[in-house]
């Protein structure tokens, strides 16, 4: 059979790799001129399955409201006359009661478990090397009362099949003691040591070469205009390079899913959810953290690939815009150097941003449409990394006919009406 999958970031070569691996003859598009090159490019780099849970929860509309004005914030709205905006606010709205974080954690965490697996058959499959590091990832929190809600999230994760233990300040610093300057600064923490950390798109790009050697096509600087359909199928993709016809299509553009979908009346609830990372060199390797982190008050991630340290977070909802101001990298920087006083270069740090495709209740959209031949893999949001294998397997699955070994209820279009 013949597949087009259009997107050639983490999530879209993923699928293209278990594809070729069941024998279907695929062709991967994109507008870039290599795989991994928009939002797999530089993101945090972890694979946080005991962090799959929602952005929506019951405190998250004060958190917001605190956060308005100031151009630091973790979560920053840029109010704009955009109803996709709104629309997907109201829908985020309806998704911080306690009920749907607990829906909405079950589901993610789902996914996220059998990709983890996924990726490490993947990585015994094909010796892929990224960077990786399997020393877990520990949540630090430094205000307490924040912390005294870590307890009732780990026992939801465990009893969701996860492992997320409780740490003391002592704890965080012995699981990574270039916590110990910063110590006084910190609550307690979680640990999570099943998860794991690495360069996305070293991976990205990896794979990639490893589909290529199965036969799959890679047509980068292609533009999508448009899908093109006859009835209840799509009939081809519409290119600044010409029409591309195949017998299936897969759907795997983020952020830019929803564009392509509208006009085949396919209302796709993903919106672009901009992040920003700082990447360094490390200057003292006994001051740079070895173990992924996540710092619950700054809304930051910490990941060490190879000789840098790679720093990400924020949320920022600006629509479209991939632009890179420094006034919202070098605060990131700033507090970086605070929590690891000495570990990295600033002088040679690299700013970048990126678009998640982000949903309103924090959970992709994998599965079929009312179009027999076309499929949805999107809106990962901050877990694309995190997703990517399973996300990919399934889909394959899906279009070879066979059943995914993951439950999809509650995974597809379906559930937003």
Do not use: I
């Given at each position: 059979m013949r597949v087009l999958?259009?997107?050639a970031g983490v999530i879209g070569v993923a699928t293209a790799y278990y594809l070729a691996r069941a024998g279907q003859?695929?062709?991967v598009l994109?507008?870039?001129?290599?795989?991994?090159?928009?939002?797999s490019f530089a993101n945090g780099g972890q694979i946080s399955v005991n962090h799959a849970t929602p952005w929506a929860e019951p405190s998250a509309p004060l958190r917001m409201l605190k956060w308005l004005g100031r151009a630091d914030a973790p979560l920053l709205f840029r109010l704009r006359a955009d109803p996709a905006l709104w629309a997907w606010s109201l829908r985020f709205l309806g998704n911080c009661t306690a009920g749907r974080v607990r829906v909405n954690t079950e589901r993610a965490l789902r996914l996220a478990l059998y990709s983890r697996q996924s990726l490490i058959e993947l990585r015994q499959e094909t010796g892929i090397e990224y960077d990786q590091s399997r020393r877990g990832i520990l949540h630090i929190y430094r205000d307490a009362r924040e912390f005294g809600k870590a307890p009732r999230q780990a026992e939801l994760m465990t009893r969701l099949g996860s492992v997320r233990r409780l740490l003391d300040a002592d704890g965080c610093v012995a699981v990574e003691p270039a916590l110990s300057a910063s110590r006084d600064k910190l609550a307690g923490g979680t640990y999570s040591p099943d998860d794991e950390s690495g360069d996305a798109y070293k991976f990205t790009v990896r794979l990639a070469g490893i589909c290529k050697g199965q036969g799959v096509e890679f047509r980068h600087g292609v533009t999508i205009r448009r899908l093109l359909a006859d009835g209840r199928r799509v009939t081809g993709v519409d290119t600044d390079g010409g029409v591309l016809a195949?017998?299936?299509?897969?759907?795997?553009l983020g952020s830019y899913s929803p564009l392509l979908a509208k006009p085949l009346g396919l209302a796709?609830?993903?919106?672009?959810?901009?992040?920003?990372?700082?990447?360094?060199?490390?200057?003292?390797?006994g001051k740079a953290p070895e173990v992924s982190l996540t710092d619950d008050e700054r809304k930051l991630v910490f990941s060490r690939l190879?000789?840098?340290l790679r720093v990400a977070g924020t949320v920022e909802f600006a629509g479209y815009d991939t632009s890179v101001p420094e006034a919202r990298c070098r605060p990131i920087l700033k507090m970086a150097l605070e929590l690891f006083p000495g570990c990295g270069d600033a002088g040679e740090a690299e700013f970048w941003a990126g678009l998640r495709p982000a949903t309103p209740d924090g959970v992709p959209v994998i599965?079929?449409?009312?179009?027999a031949n076309l499929i949805l893999n999107t809106g990962h949001g901050t877990l694309g990394w995190t997703m990517a294998c399973g996300s990919g397997r399934a889909v394959a699955d899906l279009i070879g006919g066979r059943q995914p070994e993951i439950d999809l209820r509650g995974l597809g279009l379906e559930r937003f009406g």
């Open positions: 999958v259009m997107g003859q695929v062709t994109d507008r870039r001129p290599g795989a991994g090159l928009e939002t195949a017998d299936l299509y897969v759907l795997a796709l609830p993903v919106y672009p959810a901009k992040g920003y990372s700082v990447t360094m060199p490390v200057k003292d390797p190879g000789q840098n599965g079929k449409t009312p179009y």
